[in-house]
């Protein structure tokens, strides 16, 4: 029976005759597509299971279960042949630049594009789909993106109590999303001015209301395998879900269904055997969710949403999961009457304003799966990334850990920080993001550390100086600064509003500042070995600084420090006591450098057109 704009009556179900419900205002959009065969030898077991709004097709019972639809097909499944087949594949990435093109075009700033405007949302979701196509709307658009994540995060405000950042309070589900954006743009999420994205999303102290937070936190640990030594028990936990039946949920629209079980796909290895690690995810995959893709694919080889077909929210989530599982999908069970599912590509001008890079990132999961190319969700493959970097200083010892006896070893894993380095085209934005503090400790440790054979003067111990700042709008540093780097900013006009300042090394020295404060003056007492000079709370500037040096070393050696003050810019080097900085302008500092050297020893050279004074007054 080919049924006509109207439903024809009696339809029969299960022996029920359908006269006494009106179907023809419920489905004739399902139904007139399709060829319904009946045959009373089945039973009660139907070639049509399909369910709608209970209370416009009030026939019930498992004929009408959720996200099961059952279709006979009739027509060709043969398998286009490999010119095709690249045909396709080449429509399909035309499909998803053109999308990204008219979702995000060359005017939009990575400031609007992480933060939105008052039309447009945009997201993270939009970002990451652009840079695992390899889209750019225009040069410098993933560096500004970066300036935008960081200010997201330091606007924040979350500090704890001694103002370090405080990974708690976020919304999880955002926080995942911005871990997906940041590490496909090369960045390293672990530390966006000075928070740990990653971090939040494994404290359990950012709840968030989104749905399906815990799957794209999965996408987000593993984008970059963050955490190597997890356990995987989530998708164990979403494999026997999924073999027993259930779903966490009562929405009927298969892109809900499917969504809730796509972090399993990335874990699929058709060659798993029993005992293997996910052989459960094979089975989940082999016996529910191919059949399941293949059952519920129209004749035009697009899926069925549970509303209608060619919708293209529920293609992008079924694309994304049978990319992610690399899933051949020119295999015949997925050829419906000679169309497969790249034959009619969605619009690019689909509109789904809560992530409207949904569809080139469907498409893109297909693509990376035929082109053997590292899964959508798997980040690895992006070659010049700052993480390579940072895993790299991890992995370098504590500084206070470094003798004479293992220095050989830091030495190797400061020359693997070097290789890593040397082998990466960063840009000047991915390099100003890496925290190169431990590193620099480390190479200043290992420089000082005498070998058991070297001649050993015992008057010139290894003394390394550390420090930072509490910076307007940005609060304390995460990482204190040693040996000439700097502390602070420049470029960005914010006020320095307090520092610590404390030694490492075998002498018996110490250190001591104080500073000039706006409306305070000089601080009455000297501050030591670590603690804060300046003012929490009270925004106010820092405008000098004193600093010396104490302890019966003392005599043995120099401090040197330097400052970066508004209108300025880097000033030379003051020592010993002496004041550096302004006096009567009102002018704030806005960076630092200290270093301590043996008695008589120079301090490091200054740029050229360096002003001649360390310190500057109006008074």
């Not at 949920?249 to 690690?277: R, S, T, V």
Request: proline share 4%; hydrophobic share 35%; aromatic share 12%.
């Amino acid at each position: 029976m080919y049924p006509a704009s109207e439903i024809q009556n009696p339809l029969k179900f299960s022996g029920l005759e359908s006269q006494a419900y009106d179907f023809s205002g419920a489905i004739p959009a399902l139904l007139n597509q399709y060829v319904i065969e009946y045959d009373q030898s089945l039973a009660g077991n139907f070639e049509l299971t399909y369910w709608y709004e209970k209370e416009r097709t009030p026939v019930a019972g498992t004929d009408f279960e959720v996200n099961k639809p059952s279709f006979t097909y009739n027509g060709n499944t043969t398998v286009p042949g490999s010119a095709e087949q690249e045909a396709l594949i080449s429509a399909a990435e035309k499909l998803i630049q053109d999308s990204l093109a008219y979702r995000l075009p060359s005017t939009v700033s990575g400031h609007d594009a992480v933060l939105g405007t008052t039309g447009k949302a945009y997201g993270s979701w939009l970002i990451f789909t652009a840079a695992r196509a390899d889209y750019t709307p225009h040069n410098g658009f993933y560096a500004e993106c970066y300036d935008a994540f960081v200010q997201k995060y330091q606007q924040s405000n979350k500090k704890d109590a001694q103002g370090k950042p405080l990974n708690e309070g976020f919304d999880a589900n955002e926080v995942a999303k911005d871990v997906l954006a940041i590490t496909a743009m090369g960045y390293d999420a672990r530390n966006i001015g000075g928070y740990n994205l990653i971090e939040m999303l494994t404290n359990d102290k950012n709840p968030s209301e989104g749905y399906f937070v815990k799957q794209v936190s999965e996408f987000a640990i593993d984008s970059y395998n963050y955490l190597p030594d997890r356990d995987h028990a989530y998708i164990h936990e979403l494999a026997a879900k999924a073999l027993a039946g259930a779903v966490s949920h009562d929405d009927p629209l298969i892109d809900m269904y499917i969504m809730e079980f796509q972090p399993i796909a990335a874990f699929y290895d058709p060659n798993a055997k029993e005992g293997d690690a996910f052989y459960d995810v094979k089975q989940a995959m082999e016996t529910v969710f191919i059949p399941y893709f293949s059952r519920i694919q129209g004749y035009t080889g697009l899926f069925y949403s549970g509303i209608d077909y060619n919708n293209a929210w529920s293609n992008a989530q079924s694309f994304i999961m049978l990319g992610t599982g690399d899933i051949d999908i020119f295999q015949s069970a997925f050829i419906k009457n000679g169309y497969s599912m790249l034959d009619i590509l969605t619009d690019k001008n689909k509109s789904f304003s809560a992530d409207e890079g949904q569809i080139a990132r469907g498409y893109e999961a297909l693509v990376r799966a035929y082109s053997n190319e590292n899964k959508l969700f798997d980040c690895t493959d992006v070659s010049n990334s700052t993480i390579k970097v940072n895993n790299a200083i991890f992995a370098l010892p504590e500084v206070s850990t470094i003798t004479s006896a293992n220095k050989a070893a830091a030495q190797k894993g400061l020359d693997a920080v070097d290789t890593v380095l040397k082998s990466l085209n960063l840009t000047a934005s991915q390099k100003s993001s890496i925290d190169m503090s431990k590193y620099n400790a480390v190479k200043a440790k290992v420089a000082g550390t005498t070998d058991p054979t070297d001649p050993v003067d015992p008057t010139l111990p290894t003394v390394s100086c550390l420090y930072r700042t509490h910076i307007q709008n940005d609060g304390w540093e995460t990482a204190f600064k040693s040996n000439g780097e700097m502390s602070g900013t420049t470029g960005r006009s914010l006020r320095l509003e307090g520092i610590e300042i404390k030694l490492e090394g075998d002498s018996d020295l110490g250190i001591q500042y104080k500073t000039h404060i706006e409306n305070i003056g000089w601080e009455n007492a000297w501050k030591a070995n670590g603690g804060m000079s300046g003012t929490k709370g009270q925004s106010l500037r820092l405008e000098a600084i004193d600093i010396q040096l104490t302890g019966a070393d003392a005599d043995k050696f120099d401090v040197y420090y330097r400052v970066h003050a508004q209108n300025f810019g880097w000033l030379n080097w003051a020592k010993n006591g002496e004041s550096s900085g302004t006096a009567g302008f009102g002018y704030r500092l806005e960076g630092i450098k200290i270093v301590v050297v043996p008695k008589g020893e120079t301090p490091p050279a200054v740029e050229a057109g360096t002003n001649t004074l360390a310190f500057v007054s109006n008074n």
